[in-house]
């Protein structure tokens, strides 16, 4: 649901909205002029949903840092900013927002990080409430959409009142659950404008030390704001036991121990130790329940109150009621439960790229020609997996080049040194490492994925792109030149479908002494359109069940129930092939053709 759609209902009408879309629509409703942020799972969705707004800026950046750079300049500039981005995009943010604290804002400043516990769609699951902590900025956590949509308008009032900025932290849950959302009309908000007050927002270490007892000042101010904030709730009787909890923890608590005393922290940094001290006493034994680290229940052990927690709620990986009930069980509380029972073993099929993928050429390439492999975030990491298993690193977006720089002066690497890498991925971070690579005279290939798109994350537009976030035409980078301008003195372009150009201009990009660049230009298969050509068929009469072609891992070509010579022929699906070509170059016998036009509806 588009946010437009979202105000069309009207005031008080109750819609059904994911956590993504509810946050959008409490920054829509809260005045926001600009929303800025980097596409990456679970956060996505946000600034997809408002795309379509034409009242205020919506915008992708080139990476996070950029995305909250935008954001503080324009909420110093006087208006309601909002920078949206997965939890390890804060990462390529913290140093932005760790001096955004001591500058203060001007218009509210609200930053979103939607975590991954269970890490569903990222390489690791930290815990980005550490990041309100160390910056000493308002955490606040919503447990599902409704509470979404109230507390990010809440934080933009909240940021403006105590000149700070605001983390509003999400999980997976409540980022991609639906739930009833009571909406409303916008609130135009005149913008400020720009105060010049350079003690404020020039960071010299003059400067700088004077900002530091503002900053622990608003933070004293914080933790006697959030004693009576109305988003610290309780609920329950007894005295047995209660729970302190927050975000989408809170509701697994209430399923299994709906009458129990309970406190949520809906402003779960700084702590209302007050209360937490009250509700302490009011009960014989103190519980938090809260998803990855130990957080709350660190800071209230800290503060000389007996708790429990990680000793009976696990530390890794997500929350369910389940787990919780077994926690509560294991503490004494519930009955015993039996054991948890393995599931069957069932035959899975692990995750292949796309029927018809360009990047797939490339690596079958890297693969037979030895190379050793650093690669980056996105699509392409699944090379790493059989049967390509081309891919010997992967840790952050834009690392691959400088690790392969690394690699390439380590000596230890048993071949030459390719570090892969996205369009986006390379506009996002890879563009200083390519820096490196020519300074220092690096002796690596970069393999420059280049399918015009944030295919990973669905699809989404960037500086490559040609179209901005809200579908207006922009410049587009030009890839090419933009590696020449850096000093790269080997540039090739290749079309991936091209086997066999495909090798030969990554063979010769390895031999050149220093730093080379291959780009390979094929569009996504999948997005912003399907790309679909006459498909292919396998003449079963000439198959020998080599099975060449499935080295390429396409998903497309399936076992038959035919052998030749004891070993199963192939088929290929024609409803998912794309007619890439790619298997048909692969077949020694010649055996996979196109479907005749006619029979393929053409």
Known sequence: MTSETASAAGTGSRVLLSGNEAVAQGAVEAGVAVAVGYPGTPSTEILESIADRTDFDVRWSPNEKVALDVALGASIGGVRALAVMKHVGVNVAADTLMTAAYTGVGGGLVVVSADDPGMHSSQNEQDNRAYARMAAIPLLEPSDSAEAKEYTALAFEISEQFDTPVLVRTTTRVSHNRGIVEVGLRTERPGRGFTRDPIKYVMIPAHARTRRPVLLERLEQLATYVESSPLTVESGSGTEFGVITSGIAHHYVREVVPNAPILKLGLSYPLPMKRIRAFADSVDRLFVVEELDPHVEDAIRAAGIAVEGKAFFPRAGELNPDLVRRGFAAAGLLPELPPIVAAPTTVTRPPLMCPGCPHTPPFLALKRLGAVVTGDIGCYTLAALQPLAAMDTCVAMGSSIGMAVGMAASGGAEGPVVATIGDST?????????????????????????????????????????????????????????????????????????????????????????????????PCVEAPTKIRDTPFKVIADACTACQACMTAGCPSIVWSDELFEGRRKVVIDPVTCTGCTLCAQLCPPLAIVPVPKEAAGV
């Open 426 to 522: 390379f506009l996002h971070g890879g563009i200083p490492g390519l820096i490196e690579a020519v300074y220092n005279k690096a002796n690596i290939t970069v393999l420059i994925l280049d399918n015009g798109t944030v295919a990973m994350t669905g699809g989404q537009e960037h500086p490559g792109s040609g179209v901005t976030l809200q579908g207006s035409d922009t410049t587009p980078i030009d890839l090419v030149g933009l590696c020449e301008s850096l000093g790269v003195k080997d540039v090739r372009v290749v079309d991936p479908y091209d086997l066999a150009a495909t090798y030969g201009a990554i063979e010769s990009a390895m031999e050149y002494a220093g730093p080379s660049v291959v780009i390979t230009n094929r």
